[in-house]
């Protein structure tokens, strides 16, 4: 077994191939499977709901973190590796089910897969809670959003091209090939597991929540990710509507988000290991400001194109540092749940934006949604106000 909790380059590519898993699947869930909906005469309508279904598992991480707490005595590689069979057990079965015969199992199927990205995502975490040290948890979040983002471009490039060049399933094929290569990986990693009394865990979590910095990080959670969920959305329908691109243009420009954003967690991360969270994140919480404002700015498509790739780098910045600050007050006796919490509440945020943004469009028009878009980041940079400064030290 590999002990690697001395050797923080194996950590950080130990926890980047985790979620360069996921990165694949979610490639696979909104990229692959749209169009191979579309290929095999599934009805657009359905095709959404489908969708819409198997992201039910990633909205409640704290159920999957709860489980994986409940078992802590078995470790978190366990969990991981159950998350990782029910991934391989998904891409395999896709192999065989022709969604335009049997949607209903197709569907059950991507169900299965996206909670195996739920067990493998918050056993992860945790993992990198127990064996992060103060000025590795910052660049261990850097590297594991950008294996993330690398999945993602790796997924809507290269197994969209063999999809489309050779058949859809041998891209579910390679699929679950690399991510049985990534967690035959982490078998082979040492693991110190925690023993905790069982009746402990329900107080100990309730104890963190009462923490003052754990109730400002819960509240500041949501209101950090509202901007990205309903930037999302709004960018590529104002390449479609404000900017009549075409769609070739439009993807060109979307692929430049999960590069830059892959690049700015490890440079984001390795900024907040240095320095204190608070002022990092503060940084690039005014930066992004600015940036949001300044697509009103955006009235050619190389002007887009390069304000998008500014607004990916600093996304991926201020989320993996967040992410890291998550950490920080997180207790490892109750790792996956605690840290599923914050996470989800993130993700609360995140949906709330993409809820309300065509609303925003239709009473506000594009330039002053991206101005609220902006304003947006003031009260949680007014809740992160009230945290402590400190510098990260081992």
């Known amino acids: 077994m590999m002990d690697i909790e001395k050797r923080s380059v194996l950590k950080y590519f130990l926890f980047g191939s985790l979620y360069f898993s996921e990165g694949l699947m979610m490639a696979i869930a909104f990229v692959i499977i749209p169009v191979y909906f579309v290929d095999s005469n599934v009805p657009v309508s359905l095709t959404g709901l489908v969708v819409g279904i198997a992201t039910i598992p990633v909205t409640i991480k704290f159920v999957w973190g709860g489980i994986a707490d409940y078992f802590l005595r078995f470790g978190r590689k366990l969990f991981i590796v159950i998350g990782g069979f029910l991934l391989i057990i998904s891409m395999f079965s896709f192999i065989f089910i022709n969604p335009s015969d049997t949607l209903i199992l197709f569907t059950i199927f991507l169900f299965i897969g996206v909670c195996g990205v739920g067990f493998l995502d918050v056993s992860s975490d945790a993992w990198a809670i127990n064996i992060g040290k103060k000025n590795e948890i910052g660049k261990i979040n850097g590297s594991m959003f950008a294996g993330q983002y690398a999945g993602m471009a790796f997924g809507s490039a290269v197994l969209a091209t063999v999809a489309s060049e050779i058949s859809y399933q041998i891209a579910f094929l390679l699929t679950g090939l690399v991510i049985l290569g990534i967690i035959t990986f982490s078998l082979i990693i040492k693991e110190r597991k925690i023993i905790i009394k069982k009746e402990k865990k329900t107080k100990i979590l309730i104890n963190e929540f009462k923490k003052k910095e754990t109730q400002i990080l819960t509240s500041a959670a949501p209101l950090l990710w509202v901007n990205r969920g309903i930037l999302m959305i709004v960018l590529p ?89 998550f950490m920080d007050v997180t207790n490892p006796k109750v790792g996956a749940t605690q840290f599923s919490i914050l996470t989800s509440l993130g993700n609360v945020g995140m949906m709330a934006g993409e809820t309300v943004s065509g609303t925003m469009i239709v009473l506000l028009g594009f330039s002053r949604t991206f101005l609220y878009s902006a304003w947006i980041f003031g009260p949680s940079m007014i809740v992160l106000y009230f945290l402590k400064r400190r510098k990260n030290i081992k």
Do not use: H
Request: hydrophobic share 55%; glycine share 8%.
């Open 237 to 325: 329908l104002y390449m479609k509507i404000g900017l009549n691109l075409e769609l070739a243009q439009i993807g060109l420009i979307v692929s430049l988000f999960p590069i830059t954003s892959a690049i700015g967690s490890i440079v984001g991360g390795a900024m907040s290991d240095k320095w204190s969270r608070k002022t990092v994140i503060y940084l690039f919480l005014w930066m992004s400001i600015l940036s949001t404002g300044s697509f009103i700015f955006a009235d050619t498509w190389i002007v887009l194109a390069v304000l998008y790739a500014i607004f990916g780098f600093l996304q991926g910045s201020y989320i993996s540092i967040s992410c890291a600050m």
